[in-house]
Structure formats: C-alpha cells, structure tokens
C-alpha cells in the first residue's frame, strides 16, 4: 500500500465532510415540531456561522466574502412548489415497479426536482414511505454519486432499499432490513 500525506486542505475537507454527516444525522434524528423550511433554515444558517467562523481561525482561507454566511444567499430559491403539491405527489406516484411483489404495503414515488430551471437541471428522485405510521417518520435524504444511476441499481435494489433484485434479474423480492421500514426514505441518483 502506498500512503501520502494529507495536507491540511484535505484534512478541513475530511473534518467538514464528517461535521456534515455528523450533523445530517442528529438533525434527522431530533423529534421537533418545526416545519421543514424552517428547520433547513436553521441548518443553513448554524454552517454558515460555522464557516464564518472558520475562515476567521483558518489563515490558509483565502479572503473575501464568504456567499455561505449570509442566509439571504439563497432568497432566490423558490419556497413553495409552482404547481399544486397533490398534482405533483398524484403524477409521481409509481403503481408498481417491473416485477414487484403483490401488495407492498407502501406507496412509492419517482420524479425530478428542478434546482436550475434555466439551465434545465433536475435531479432524479426515488420515495419510498414507511410502511407503517409514515407521517410520524422522520424523513431520511439519501445522495450518492456515480457513473449513470448507481443510486437506484446499486444502493436502492442492493443496499437500502425496499426491494431487492432477484437472481432472474426480472423480478423483485422484499428486503426485510430496508430503511423505509423506520424512516421515509427519499434517494437520488444522477
């Protein structure tokens, strides 16, 4: 094996990779009654302090006006959906996926979400409720990366998710230890 030494920028890019995470994860596991604009609104302006804060101590950072700080950044961004949320929750819904088992006690969705309308940039979704009591469930956003939909292939029918794929590699099959069984679970792929 070979090993390099990480230099400092990488090290404050591991050290806020893993405070994100850290926090991702208490925030979806907090009860509170907030909203969820509310709450991302908060979040948003807890890492800009935190940002702020480290471009202060940190000397490697260059100068300037930090765009994260200011949560007014990020008043161009629509608050409310454009078009009625039933519509849009109706159009998404999936019926049942090629080869899924008969009655799934669940109900699941697939769409885009626009996040650059002039540049035509959508991101691909996959929602999957909880079985059981899902308005009480926290809701869990689930993002990775790779080549075409990793995502969807890989993470929802090998890893997480609700189904996965039998060795016919035409039908479906239960996935007893998926995480919609306590959260909601909500994936995107590219």
């Keep these: 094996m070979i ?55 940190n000397p490697d950072v260059t100068e300037g006006p930090d765009p994260w700080a200011d949560a007014s950044s990020f008043s161009h961004l629509p608050t409310r959906c454009p078009i009625p949320l039933a519509s849009a929750k109706a159009a998404d819904k999936i019926t049942a996926l090629p080869g899924q088992p008969p009655r799934v006690n669940f109900d699941q969705y697939a769409g885009y979400v626009t996040v650059n309308e002039e540049y035509g940039r959508e991101l691909f979704y996959y929602f999957v409720e909880a079985p059981y009591e899902a308005a009480s469930k926290p809701l869990i956003l689930w993002l990775n ?37 306590r959260k909601l679970l909500s994936g995107a792929g590219f």
Aim: net charge positive; aromatic share 8%.
């Design 3 to 57: 090993f390099h030494k990480i230099t400092k920028s990488e090290a404050n890019m591991i050290r806020h990779t893993i405070t994100f995470f850290l926090l991702l994860l208490l925030l979806s596991a907090s009860p509170t009654d907030a909203s969820q604009e509310d709450q991302l609104m908060r979040f948003i302006e807890s890492t800009a302090k935190k940002r702020q804060a480290d471009r202060v101590s």
């Design 145 to 181: 990366g790779g080549p075409g939909c990793s995502s969807l292939g890989y993470g929802a029918m090998m890893e997480l998710g609700p189904f996965r794929v039998n060795p016919d590699g035409k039908t479906l099959r239960r996935n007893k230890h998926a995480w919609n069984n």
